[in-house]
């Protein structure tokens, strides 16, 4: 008898001194699995496609005579970029070339009418025949490289903005030099600097979001095109290329600065609601729901959203905690409810 009324005492005082043990008030949730992305983010800027580049040269030697566009400015079609006067030697060889036609001209017809009267043999005809054609090429050639032109206003052929001068009014150009750079309007490709452990991980194809920094709600989408394979010696980033989609190209400008974020798949892992995350000083941790006690586990964490995903030894059946778990001790009793 007196046993057993120990044991009931010992057994009420245990009950007590649970019931004494602080607990915490606390909301949770269940973990769930599900495709994950995260982004990398980097900071560049907009230019044009070299394939909407266009330089502005002509095909023969001759001077600047006024330059009518300056380096930045938006220029529509058909305004007059330069004024350009053709060099005398290359007039003067349009002169020679027009010439020589006439003398080849006359020279054929004369040796055509001598052998009509058969006082000309066929090899007499066929030589002033290729002389002739030999003439007229010339000149076409001449006329081509617009030697005969002594003063051209060269007008631009689409909309777009002077990205480069490469002259200035009373210059001396050699044929072909280019004279200024155009690009169109509306760029379609950024290029945004990333860490180099980064870039590695970023592929052709991958979608990117990018956000003008004057604008941050202002979002537009993209595509990786190129991952260049060397670090910028300025930067010390690795340059990745972003193709815009095409309806959206026109928000663009060559030199704007944008956020890129670029998404990169991670498959699928477990994930929780971000607050169920904590850190401290020895790393990231959350607390699970072990039947009804606090039970830390140190996991390894990535945000994705308004969710985390999270690799560590947890046990995917229990909830983790995601309101007071502030206040938590490994251990600690658990009561359930709204805050």
């Not at 909407?52 to 566009?69: E, H, Y």
């Not at 002389?131 to 206003?153: F, N, V, Y």
């Not at 155009?182 to 180099?196: E, H, L």
């Amino acid at each position: 008898m007196k046993i057993w009324l120990c044991t009931l005492l010992l057994a009420c005082s245990a009950a007590a001194h649970a019931d004494d043990q602080p607990s915490a008030l606390v909301e949770t949730a269940p973990m769930r699995k599900e495709a994950v992305t995260f982004n990398l983010s980097g900071y560049g800027t907009a230019f044009s496609d070299p394939r909407s580049t266009v330089n502005f040269s002509l095909p023969r030697a001759g001077q600047i005579a006024r330059l009518d566009v300056a380096a930045g400015q938006a220029v529509r079609r058909g305004a007059t970029l330069f004024e350009f006067a053709t060099d005398p030697g290359a007039a003067n060889g349009y002169a020679q070339a027009e010439s020589a036609l006439q003398m080849a001209q006359s020279e054929f017809e004369h040796v055509n009418r001598l052998y009509a009267r058969q006082l000309a043999t066929n090899a007499q005809l066929a030589q002033a025949r290729k002389a002739l054609s030999d003439a007229q090429s010339a000149l076409h050639a001449q006329r081509k490289l617009g030697a005969g032109i002594t003063r051209e206003a060269v007008k631009a052929s689409f909309d777009g903005v002077v990205t480069a001068l490469y002259a200035l009014p009373g210059d001396r150009l050699q044929a072909g030099k280019t004279v200024l750079r155009m690009a169109r309007r509306n760029a379609s490709t950024v290029r945004i600097g990333m860490q180099p452990e980064d870039a590695q991980r970023v592929k052709k194809g991958m979608s990117v979001r990018l956000f003008p920094v004057y604008d941050s709600t202002l979002n537009l989408a993209g595509v990786v095109s190129d991952i260049r394979g060397v670090i910028d010696p300025q930067t010390h980033l690795v340059d990745v290329i972003v193709s815009v989609d095409s309806e959206e190209a026109p928000v663009l400008l060559p030199g704007m600065t944008l956020r890129g974020e670029v998404e990169i798949p991670a498959g699928e892992a477990w994930v929780v609601p971000r607050s169920a995350v904590l850190t401290d000083e020895r790393g990231a941790y959350l607390f699970q729901d072990d039947a009804g006690r606090a039970r830390r586990v140190s996991v390894t964490a990535t945000e994705n959203g308004e969710m985390t995903a999270i690799r560590g030894k947890f046990d995917p059946g229990l909830p983790v905690i995601v309101l007071g778990n502030y206040e938590l001790q490994d251990g600690m009793r658990l009561r359930e409810g709204n805050r």
